[in-house]
């Protein structure tokens, strides 16, 4: 079985985010993964979110040998 060495990535948005509370976040940079590839009809995800403050780490390793 082929194992899927992962990188987290990043994505930064400079526009304010409003939360639910009424606060606003200035900015804010999402880490996210990806695994495999999207299909034509872009169908195929899974959207896994958490906490603001936690890990973006879901699956696979990364080179540093992290598991699951």
């Not at 639910?20 to 009809?41: F, M, V």
């Amino acid at each position: 079985m082929h194992e899927i060495i992962v990188e987290t990535q990043t994505a930064h948005f400079q526009e304010p985010f409003p939360l639910r509370n009424g606060e606003t976040l200035p900015e804010l940079t999402i880490a996210y993964e990806t695994y495999g590839a999207l299909n034509e009809k872009k169908d195929n995800t899974v959207w896994v979110c958490h906490a603001l403050s936690g890990d973006a780490h879901c699956a696979g390793r990364h080179e540093d040998a992290r598991k699951p």
